[in-house]
């Protein structure tokens, strides 16, 4: 489905874009794995992708630093190419209820969220438009694909900077949209409901706390990191080109307001 596009998905070490890093593999992409820290698991990523035959390679960058960005699309360019498809997925917590946040706490999560999407976006699209539509490999010039979440919508207490980061990728997400849409640059975003990775171990490692989390999902089970990837590949391919600033939420009905189910 994706044979001969080149994809970078940041944060591809674990989680979320370690199973979209191979999804990408599986659909025939070549994949560039980036991480900040975790060497060794991003390797065993690339090598689970070239195991079947696509071809991975291991870059190191922090998204929130503009010079570690510029390089590693510089580097892309000069090892596969051009790029074809980014995955905006990097993004982290550091939770704490209001009156106690630091600024460090804000400002490390507004950084790698939002500021470190804007980054990768920004200078994937300069080859977007360098390089053009190939109609051999896309009927698009390039694919965006923003990581977001549920709480692009859903506030969420104690989580102030990371649901206010979520809730301005949605912004970015459909002006850059707007703006690029006339190239033939598609952006859109995934928005992942509770899915079982290492950021919310807390809420579904225990019973209690599985029991508790199941409740705010009507479909009653939390997700796997492969059906955000599997929601990924769609909206990365051509199947899906007339797709353009849409938010596609991956979450078993979280945003469906469970509360109401009964009563109200
Ligand atoms: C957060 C998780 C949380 C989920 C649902 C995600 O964006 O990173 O920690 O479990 O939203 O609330």
């Not at 919508?153 to 979520?166: D, F, M, Q, R």
């Amino acid at each position: 489905m994706l044979k001969g596009q080149k994809a970078l998905v940041t944060g591809a070490n674990s989680g979320i874009g370690k199973a979209t890093a191979i999804a990408l593999g599986r659909a025939g992409a070549d994949v560039v794995v980036n991480y900040v820290a975790g060497r060794e698991d991003a390797e065993k990523v690339a090598e689970e992708i070239t195991s079947f035959g696509g071809r991975a390679a291991v870059y190191e960058a922090d998204v929130s630093d503009e010079d570690q960005v510029v390089a590693m699309l510089d580097r892309m360019i000069q090892d596969f190419g051009t790029i074809d498809i980014l995955v905006a997925n990097a993004g982290l917590q550091r939770d704490a209820p209001f009156t106690e946040m630091t600024l460090a706490q804000w400002q490390k999560v507004l950084d790698v969220n939002l500021t470190g999407q804007f980054l990768c976006a920004r200078e994937a699209t300069k080859e977007f438009l360098r390089r053009g539509v190939v109609p051999e490999v896309s009927s698009a010039a390039g694919k965006i694909v923003c990581m977001s979440s549920v709480h692009q919508l859903i506030p969420w207490a104690g989580h102030a900077n990371y649901a206010t980061s979520k809730g301005g990728l949605q912004m970015m997400m459909e002006t850059l949209a707007q703006e690029l849409a006339p190239q033939k640059i598609r952006v859109n975003a995934v928005a992942p409901g509770a899915i079982k990775t290492p950021i919310n171990r807390s809420a579904w490692e225990t019973p209690e706390a599985r029991a508790d989390l199941l409740r705010l999902i009507p479909y009653r089970r939390i997700g796997d990191p492969e059906d955000i990837a599997n929601a990924v590949v769609g909206l990365s391919s051509d199947l899906m080109d007339y797709v353009v600033g849409t938010t596609l939420y991956v979450d078993g009905g979280m945003t469906l307001f469970p509360g109401f189910a009964t009563g109200g």
